[in-house]
């Protein structure tokens, strides 16, 4: 089920065994916050190169935060606010390079210079985001994009959410 280190090989390996082991805590659990705290322990424990890995959850007009790894976090951040807030109204993945540069980030951890937020949809609606912050600049592409689109996917279909 979960490995006790963290997976090597190439990206594509490491993403493919922490899917594997997704699933495998997934499996039998309904709950969408035990699967939550489960899948950020795993993505924490499982990429290189993190300084927070967690979720946030829409409650009206705001993200709450959710289960998470990694420093203390900004407990709500309007939706349209921020990078996760952004990627809540786009309803798409959220991939900033240099969150410096990003205009108005929201800096809940000044050791971050790289994120990406995935939106996690059901039913056509965003109803929360999967977070995972880098302290290097340009940490995530495209390829970590998609595998976090598939961990979300994943969640979402383990997961009593709707």
């Known amino acids: 089920m979960f490995a ?3 997976p090597s090989g190439s990206k594509a390996e490491i993403h493919a065994e922490i899917l594997r082991q997704a699933q495998g805590l997934l499996e ?8 939550a705290a489960n899948i950020a322990a795993l993505l924490w424990h ?15 007009r705001e993200l709450v935060l ?29 991939l900033v390079p240099d969150v410096h540069a990003f205009p108005g980030h929201i800096a809940c951890d000044s050791a971050s ?4 937020v995935v939106p996690l949809m059901s039913g056509g609606e965003a109803i ?27 969640w979402i279909l383990g997961s009593d959410v709707t």
């Open 66 to 94: 959710g289960p998470f790894q990694g420093k203390p976090a900004c407990v709500r951040i309007a939706v349209g606010k921020g990078v996760c807030g952004t990627a809540v109204v786009r309803k798409a993945p959220v």
């Open 113 to 116: 210079n790289s994120e990406l």
């Open 28 to 35: 039998g659990e309904r709950d969408p916050i035990a699967n």
């Open 4 to 6: 006790a280190e963290r």
């Open 128 to 154: 929360g985001v999967l977070d995972l912050d880098s302290p290097l600049f340009d940490r995530f592409d495209g390829d970590d994009a998609a595998f976090c689109v598939a961990v979300a996917r994943l």
């Open 46 to 60: 499982g990429l290189p190169d993190l300084n927070w890995a967690g979720f946030y959850f829409v409650k009206g």
